[in-house]
Each structure stands twice: as structure tokens, then as C-alpha cells.
């Protein structure tokens, strides 16, 4: 798996490394640096197209996970025909960028849920993060928490998280407890084994109609996403 993922950065990276030395490629006389160029090119898409092709079959055969797992938060209409499922981090600084999209997307949109899988990749802090979240559905405040969460700017500390659950009316000292039961462990162990086995390294990896978004969040519009998903149901 991790393979095929670094054959797509190296890739990657001999575009950007040649893409400054084919500049010229349009001058005459230069016809066959344009051709290596093109090869390059060529050879980059298909490898990138191979590789979302074998990710939305690896999609296919973890629908049940990605969107029947009881213990996964779901924002929004929880029967809605689109789902929006996103592995996302606590201290992501493009998970927050994303946010407000998502809150318009939920706010405009009443036919979509989003199914939300705990990621905590990037420091400690995720991790407390992530299972002070899960914890707070036990007091039927995730939602709040999690955006308040998302919504603070700054570096996520321990305390920051304990200080938001409580502004938030959270009884921190039940969620403290809340948060070592076994289930959340388990919840957390199983987006990580979800995520290797789809092969997504990063955050926020969104998928909706059985796709996964590349690219920047900052890049994808969810509104039209969302309407290609419902009309592929049709």
C-alpha cells in the first residue's frame, strides 16, 4: 500500500523537478524535450487515475464500515441519502480551515449527514482530543464540542480541551472517566485499521459516492459533490 503511495509523490516530485526545465519546451528546436514532457505528463495521469480506480474499489468493499459503524458521530440528517464521511484531526489546521464549508454544506443542504471517523495522527494532543469527543456523546454534547474544538485557533492543549468541554456545559469529571472505556479505544483502533486499509495517510480525507476527494479541502466543492452523489443514486 504505501508503495503505490509513494510512486504517486515521486511522481509528483519529477513533475515539479522537470517542469522548470521544459519551460522552454514550446521554442523551436526544442520538440523533444516537449515530447519528454508530454511523456511525463501522460505517465502521471494514468498512474494517477490507477491508483483512484483501486481506491474506490478498496471503498467498495468497506461500505459497511464507513457508513454503519454505530459508534461513528453523525452530523446532520442521520437518514440523509448523501453521506459525507471525514477522517479528520483535532489539531489539523486544514480540518479547521474546512469546517465552516462543512457547517454551510449541513446548514444548505438537509438531504446530507456526515459520518465523522476520529483520526488522531498529528500529536498527543489529537488523541486526547479525539477520545474527549467520542466521550461527550455519552452527555449528548458531540456536536457543540466538536466544533468548538475545530473552531479554536492556536495550539490544542490538554487544558484547552478540558476548558472548551466545560464552557460548552460538559461535567469534565464524568468525561475524564468516560473517556478510558474500552468502546472508544476500540473506535479509534478501528478508523486507524479503516484508514490503512483505504489507504488515506492524511487530513481531513473526505469520501462521498463512494469517491475519495483529493486535493486540498480548500479545493473541493461540497455542493456540487453532493448533488453528483445523489444524482448517481438515480
Known amino acids: 500500500?504505501?508503495?503505490?503511495?509513494?510512486?504517486?509523490?515521486?511522481?509528483?516530485?519529477?513533475?515539479?523537478?522537470?517542469?522548470?526545465?521544459?519551460?522552454?519546451?514550446?521554442?523551436?528546436?526544442?520538440?523533444?524535450?516537449?515530447?519528454?514532457?508530454?511523456?511525463?505528463?501522460?505517465?502521471?495521469?494514468?498512474?494517477?487515475?490507477?491508483?483512484?480506480?483501486?481506491?474506490?474499489?478498496?471503498?467498495?468493499?468497506?461500505?459497511?464500515?464507513?457508513?454503519?459503524?454505530?459508534a461513528s458521530p453523525v452530523l446532520g440528517n442521520p437518514k440523509g441519502d448523501v453521506a459525507v464521511i471525514e477522517f479528520f484531526d483535532y489539531t489539523c489546521p486544514?480540518?479547521?480551515?474546512?469546517?465552516?464549508?462543512i457547517e454551510k454544506l449541513l446548514k444548505d443542504d438537509k438531504g446530507v449527514r456526515v459520518i465523522l471517523k476520529e483520526f488522531p495522527i498529528l500529536t498527543p494532543e489529537s488523541l486526547v482530543?479525539?477520545?474527549?469527543?467520542?466521550?461527550?456523546?455519552?452527555?449528548?454534547?458531540?456536536?457543540?464540542?466538536h466544533n468548538a474544538l475545530l473552531a479554536f485557533r492556536g495550539r490544542l492543549q490538554n487544558e484547552v480541551i478540558f476548558d472548551t468541554a466545560k464552557s460548552i456545559g460538559l461535567d469534565v469529571d464524568r468525561l475524564k472517566k468516560?473517556?478510558?472505556a474500552p468502546e472508544i479505544t476500540d473506535e479509534i483502533i478501528a478508523n486507524f485499521n479503516l484508514a490503512r486499509g483505504l489507504r488515506i495517510f492524511q487530513t481531513p480525507g473526505f469520501i462521498v459516492g463512494g469517491h475519495f476527494?483529493?486535493?486540498?479541502?480548500?479545493?473541493?466543492?461540497?455542493?456540487k459533490v453532493a448533488a453528483a452523489a445523489r444524482a448517481k443514486q438515480h
Open 178 to 180: 468516560d473517556m478510558n
Open 213 to 223: 476527494l483529493t486535493g486540498e479541502s480548500a479545493d473541493i466543492d461540497f455542493p
Open 94 to 101: 486544514y480540518c479547521k480551515a474546512v469546517e465552516p464549508r
Open 129 to 145: 482530543a479525539a477520545k474527549a469527543a467520542l466521550a461527550s456523546v455519552k452527555q449528548g454534547k458531540y456536536e457543540p464540542f
Open 1 to 70: 500500500m504505501l508503495a503505490s503511495f509513494f510512486r504517486v509523490a515521486a511522481v509528483a516530485a519529477i513533475l515539479a523537478l522537470v517542469s522548470p526545465l521544459t519551460a522552454g519546451a514550446q521554442q523551436p528546436g526544442n520538440a523533444g524535450q516537449a515530447r519528454i514532457d508530454q511523456a511525463i505528463q501522460a505517465y502521471a495521469s494514468k498512474l494517477q487515475a490507477d491508483e483512484e480506480r483501486a481506491r474506490d474499489g478498496l471503498i467498495l468493499g468497506k461500505t459497511s464500515a464507513l457508513l454503519d459503524d454505530p
